[in-house]
């Protein structure tokens, strides 16, 4: 049934309560390695573990005859907190040793804050105040969620039936999954009280970028990235509830704080949250897995011995096994947005005109719609010192980059393809490049180690 | 030199800040805290779906009767406008769990629902609010 004319607070506040205990059993899983980092990070990397875990219990419940319900969810979710618990035991939170703020510290602290805090509160009523609507939501993240809802079940139709060509059958299934089991904890389908994991998942985000450029660099960093990410209307507004942009954002935050910490020594503790945010990463959009194995071959560059392999391993491994597991769910499915004969030597004059094109469009809308962001930021590199995180600022053209190559064997017009998807993805993109640009200014001093403890 | 550096720093921070927000519209966002009180205080007069349907606000009326007239079980040829892309994306979504198919699958179907096409002015069916149904 869909919620046309329900009062929204009930509802909203039994998602709000599923959020919570998923982000509780995320907590206990996740404690042993992230000791040490800051209660944000920890708050962003239980949210993010919380929901893995969440969508796990769903597809174990599913597999039983009974119906998942609330009740069935918070056990499974009680006995996966439990099983964390138990292998963590022992060792308290590490003490992060923080130099006290000025006055004036203090003061621009509160500012950001403040706006951000505004800024997502804009985000969050927007979010909310309406079902949630976006083309992709109708078509697939939200319709997939809907169907496995109310059928109890994951219908093989959902990959096989030719009728939902459009569906993108290939596509990974985190946020169709977590919507279901939100509805399966509220007991119904309510379209607008389900996207409240839409400003869920940009508070985990933002909290994730100014704990750790608290940690790792200064607290005034860290409320300023935050602050700057939060202002991302392209990402953060009401017509991407629904989609995996915003989720997806906060996976890639993740993973780059993970690699930024890596960079400097792995421990057990990285290395844990860089398998976490690669499986995240993966889980939610294909573009995660390009990221992780992206941010793979930077740390393949500036890591040596052991902790190059294990570092590589922790990012590439989880993703390649998700979509191993993927494949044995779904089966083989053709990429309908690509045209790969396009790569077969037959047609590969064909693609220099074809990048040739997609590029110019990026440059246009470059030049149109970012001239000035693109300039400020070109100013901000020119005049800040090198920071933790320059290491990872080739990851975000090599990005797009990878964008635009795939723009070129659309098997669509690449101008309607890219004017359809290109802002909103190469936006979600931006939440981490805040991350690496509050790196900059400040070299670290902070006495915290990358791999705490 | 360093103080210059630092509020050139600054000042670029500041643009960027300044060129993200500003696709910010202010009135869309008032309507919608105004909505968001709506819903939260249960105002009878609010609906959820209103901007799910800004491209046709009759054509969620249809759906809710075609759902009211089917079993879950139901393949549901539906023949809506193919522009916006939306009249499908809707019908899909409304209809779940019923399996829901284009016209290319009418064969398939048990239950057919027309709405504002050419081919749901043929005879038989009944009329349902905003169009027709045929099952088979």
Aim: some cysteine.
């Amino acid at each position: 049934m869909d919620a046309v004319s329900r009062v929204l607070g009930p509802d909203l506040l039994r998602v709000a309560v599923a959020l919570a205990t998923s982000t509780g059993a995320g907590a206990c899983v996740s404690r042993k390695w992230t000791r040490g980092l800051s209660r944000r990070e920890r708050f962003a990397w239980s949210a993010a573990a919380g929901l893995l875990v969440q969508a796990a219990v769903l597809l174990l419940l599913l597999a039983f005859p009974a119906r998942p319900d609330a009740v069935r969810i918070l056990l499974g979710e009680a006995a996966v907190a439990l099983t964390g618990l138990v292998l963590s035991r022992g060792g308290g939170a590490g003490a992060l040793s923080r130099r006290p703020a000025s006055a004036r510290e203090k003061a621009a602290i509160v500012l950001l804050a403040a706006l951000a805090a505004a800024a997502w509160l804009v985000f969050f009523v927007g979010a909310l105040a309406d079902g949630m609507y976006a083309t992709d939501y109708l078509a697939f993240w939200g319709y997939k969620g809907k169907i496995v809802f109310l059928t109890g079940e994951v219908p093989l139709r959902l990959f096989r039936d030719p009728a939902l060509y459009f569906a993108h059958r290939e596509y990974p299934l985190l946020v169709s999954f977590t919507l279901a089991a939100l509805a399966f904890f509220l007991g119904n389908w309510n379209d607008q009280a389900l996207a409240l994991l839409y400003p869920f998942a940009a508070l985990a985000t933002l909290l994730a970028i100014s704990g750790f450029l608290a940690r790792r660099v200064s607290r005034v960093a860290g409320a300023g990235a935050a602050a700057l990410a939060s202002l991302c209307v392209f990402l953060y507004r009401p017509a991407n509830a629904g989609t995996a942009e915003i989720p997806f954002a906060l996976g890639l935050v993740l993973a780059s704080s993970a690699a930024i910490d890596a960079l400097e020594g792995g421990t057990a503790s990285v290395t844990a949250r860089l398998v976490l945010a690669s499986l995240f990463g993966a889980s939610l959009k294909q573009e995660g897995t390009l990221f992780v194995f992206l941010l793979a071959v930077v740390l393949a560059l500036h890591l040596r011995g052991r902790a190059r392999l294990v570092s590589c391993a922790a990012l590439v491994l989880p993703a390649s096994l998700h979509w191993i597991a993927l494949y044995l769910l779904r089966g083989n499915q053709t990429r309908r947005d690509f045209d790969f004969t396009l790569f077969e030597p037959r047609r590969w004059l064909e693609l220099p005109a074809l990048f040739a094109q997609v590029v110019g469009r990026f440059l246009s809308i470059g030049a149109h719609e970012a001239l000035l962001p693109l300039l400020a930021v070109a100013v901000y590199l020119l005049v800040t010192r090198r920071g933790i995180a320059d290491a990872l600022l080739p990851v975000f053209p090599a990005q797009v980059l990878f964008y635009a190559v795939a723009f070129s064997v659309s098997s669509f017009d690449p101008m309607y393809a890219i004017d359809g998807a290109f802002r909103r993805i190469a936006m979600s993109l931006f939440p981490a490049f805040a991350l690496v640009l509050g790196a900059r200014p400040a070299s670290p001093t902070r006495a915290a180690s990358p791999g705490s403890i | 030199m360093e103080r210059a550096k630092r509020a050139l720093a600054g000042l670029s921070l500041v643009v960027l800040a300044v060129s993200l927000v500003s696709p910010l519209d202010r009135d869309g966002t008032a309507a919608r805290f105004r909505r968001f009180a709506a819903a939260v205080s249960g105002d009878p007069a609010y609906r959820s779906d209103r901007m799910s349907f800004w491209f046709d606000p009759d054509y969620a009326a249809f759906l809710d009767d075609v759902r009211r007239r089917t079993p879950e079980s139901a393949t549901v040829a539906v023949l809506v406008p193919r522009r916006p892309d939306l009249y499908k994306y809707q019908a899909y979504y409304r209809l779940a769990p019923r399996r829901v198919v284009e016209e290319r699958w009418i064969g398939e179907a048990d239950v057919v629902a027309t709405y504002h096409t050419e081919t749901g002015r043929g005879p038989g069916g009944i009329e349902i609010i905003g169009g027709r149904l045929w099952t088979r």
